[in-house]
T-cell receptor
């Protein structure tokens, strides 16, 4: 069965500190993973996808098939990074998303 | 076109009443998805359309739920005989079949069943 696990519901770090949001997945097919972000009072939006291997707002995420992980990282957190972050797996065919339960990231000044 | 829109944004209803939500996707997007999000959880897939065809429904979608996309444009999600357990945020998303398939989400409709 396909599943996405985000073990931390809450994560709090100080401004300027490194951030790592954990994501593990279970999927029998070839995985395609995303990170979505929801800022306060805004809609859910795509942050980055693993196939593009890009850095968005200083965030990167590397797919590790051996560890079935797709952790989100940023070397220096900024206050505007405070938001809800969801890791999501795309199910091939329908392209429907399976989301983790989310991690609320708070950056303290 | 400023993105996916949903109406209403909030709905309070009494148990047993029927409710209907509307989603207007980005105009050129042929895929439309409905998700449900309860407190403390990530969104869960309910159903999706490619053009006007409903191609998949989740087991979460009981017989009381029905969705339509009559002309391959906007979609409606109806819940009959609402129950308190239906209280949730209902999200709509749209995408293109080709390209990255990135899903663009609407603001959601928050349903409260009293």
């Amino acid at each position: 069965a396909q599943r996405v696990t985000q073990p931390e519901k809450l994560l709090s770090v100080f401004k300027g500190a490194p951030v790592e949001l954990k994501c593990n997945y279970s999927y029998s097919g070839s995985p395609e993973l995303f990170w979505y972000v929801q800022y306060s009072r805004q809609r859910l939006q795509l942050l980055l996808r693993h196939i593009s291997r890009e850095s968005i707002k200083g965030f990167t995420a590397d797919l590790n098939k051996g560890e079935t992980s797709f952790h989100l990282k940023k070397p220096f957190a900024q206050e505007e990074d405070s938001a809800m972050y969801y890791c999501a797996l795309v199910i091939q065919g329908a392209q429907k998303l399976v989301f983790g339960q989310g991690t609320r990231l708070t950056i303290n000044p | 076109d400023t993105g996916v829109s949903q109406d209403p944004r909030h709905k309070i209803t009494k148990r047993g009443q029927n409710v209907t939500f509307r989603c207007d996707p980005i105009s050129e997007h042929n895929r439309l998805y409905w998700y449900r999000q309860t407190l403390g959880q990530g969104p869960e897939f309910l159903t999706y359309f490619q053009n006007e065809a409903q191609l998949e429904k989740s087991r979460l979608l009981s017989d009381r739920f029905s969705a339509e996309r009559p002309k391959g444009s906007f979609s409606t999600l109806e819940i009959q005989r609402t129950e308190q357990g239906d209280s949730a945020m209902y999200l709509c998303a749209s995408s293109l079949t080709r390209g990255s398939g990135e899903q663009y989400f609407g603001p959601g409709t928050r349903l409260t069943v009293t």
